[in-house]
């Protein structure tokens, strides 16, 4: 069983910055990926930023420079660091989990473990 609480969500100028944390609860001896997303009103769910049990991360080309993924594995906690956002940031970000396999892709549906999601709006 995996949970995962967001947090760190709220109302921003363009040109500012948020700090999302996951905090996740997990069994210790599976490797997992973690990873944030986001969903807009009337889009669909899209991936931000990933990063591996070993620490390897990657990110959506529309955010890559201006947000860090990371995580404290002493403190089970996941972190997005978003810097310099825009308006068409605002959307509910979604931390994730995905058990690692050996045909792991990366794709949403690879994440089976979803949190309840936490809003950010970026106002012009």
């Known amino acids: 069983q995996v949970q995962l609480v967001e947090s760190g969500g709220g109302s921003v100028q363009a040109g500012g910055s948020l700090r999302l944390s996951c905090v996740w609860s997990r069994d210790p001896y599976t490797m997992y990926y973690m990873g944030w997303f986001r969903q807009a009103p009337g889009q669909e769910r899209e991936g931000v930023a990933d990063?591996?049990?070993?620490?390897?991360?990657s990110y959506a080309r529309s955010v890559k420079g201006r947000f860090t993924i990371s995580k404290d594995n002493a403190k089970n906690t996941l972190y997005l660091q978003m810097n310099n956002l825009k308006p068409e940031d605002t959307a509910i970000y979604y931390c994730a989990a995905g058990v690692a396999t050996p045909n792991w892709r990366g794709s949403i549906g690879d994440f089976g473990y979803w949190g309840q999601g936490t809003q950010v709006t970026v106002s012009s």
């Open positions: 990063i591996s049990s070993d620490g390897r991360t």
